[in-house]
């Protein structure tokens, strides 16, 4: 799949380099495709394994991230105004973000239609970004959530101490593809990471697409969710019969502690002998139980097969 070639001009500005010439990157970093100290050499057996390297994985990442994870049908719904987006097409087009690897990153809480259809309605969809365009700068506040669509984008941090220096490098912290996500952080909580970016990039590393979503969108969407959760959590635990008695306050204190944990038919939750480190409340389904009973020699009688209970 190519990229797609439409664009919006006004969504895309803030990314963009200046027309007049100006630089978008701190002009004190240098981009380096390794981290050498001043004065530090590599010798030539290092620089061979390191050229090979980069070789190896650049192709596996160029490979990876030419993939369009969203079906032309998808597409066209998210280059629609928001108010022309209607629930059966942003179901269609949710279908194909179920296929995407970050929702496996995110909560629970965040991963179902409730949440992602109000999402959808109201995100951007940011096509035709070039290469090497720095979507996330250094110091400036995150704007939101940012899913990949196609093409790549390199995280990169610049340490602390080397800020001043003339010359500091960039080190990449992670190589992200096509179905990747990064910008502010969801937690079970309900509250989102919107911290300045402080010495970090989030560099374009091919002609990308984005389908962005404001901070204060999840905000406004997913809070209401995850306060609904909690309280449905609160009312879970006192049907139990060790937290019957508890008040509703004090539950609320403990119920951002839960995880929510899904098994399937015959898988092993905990091994008789191995250490308990967590509390388990069965939600749903059924639980079989089995506990192994292990009888001396000597007290085997005659007729009697070893079994469990």
């Not at 105004?81 to 965040?110: C, H, N, W």
């Not at 204060?216 to 449905?232: F, G, H, K, Y």
Request: aromatic share 6%.
């Amino acid at each position: 799949g190519k990229p797609p070639q439409g664009t919006t001009r006004g969504k895309l500005s803030r990314y963009l380099p200046d027309p007049s010439g100006g630089a978008t990157a701190n002009p004190q970093v240098q981009r380096k495709s390794r981290m050498v100290a001043p004065g530090q050499t590599e010798s030539s057996a290092e620089m061979s394994a390191q050229k090979l390297f980069d070789q190896i994985s650049g192709r596996l990442f160029h490979g990876a991230i030419s993939t369009m994870l969203f079906q032309e049908e998808s597409m066209e719904v998210m280059r629609e105004l928001p108010a022309l987006r209607d629930q059966e097409m942003l179901a269609g087009v949710f279908k194909d973000l179920q296929l995407m690897a970050f929702l496996d990153t995110i909560p629970d809480s965040y991963q179902g239609q409730e949440a992602w259809l109000p999402l959808l309605k109201h995100a951007d969809l940011l096509e035709g970004i070039p290469e090497d365009i720095k979507v996330v700068k250094q110091g400036t506040p995150v704007e939101g959530l940012f899913v990949i669509v196609y093409g790549g984008v390199v995280a990169t941090h610049v340490r602390d101490a080397e800020l001043h220096l003339e010359g500091a490098f960039e080190q990449t912290a992670a190589r992200l593809k096509a179905g990747d996500c990064f910008g502010i952080t969801l937690t079970e909580k309900g509250s989102f990471s919107e911290a300045a970016s402080k010495y970090t990039y989030a560099t374009t590393e091919a002609d990308t697409v984005l389908l962005s979503i404001s901070a204060d969108l999840c905000e406004r969407t997913l809070v209401p969710i995850v306060r609904a959760q909690l309280e449905n959590r609160v009312v879970v635990l006192k049907s139990t019969r060790l937290f019957a008695r508890w008040a509703d306050d004090d539950l609320r204190e403990i119920v951002p502690l839960l995880q929510v944990r899904r098994y399937r038919s015959n898988d092993l939750i905990v091994r008789q002998g191995e250490p308990a480190s967590d509390l388990f409340i069965l939600v749903r389904g059924t639980c079989r139980v089995i506990k192994e009973i292990h009888v001396p020699t000597s007290c085997v009688r005659r007729g009697y097969v070893r079994t469990t209970a």
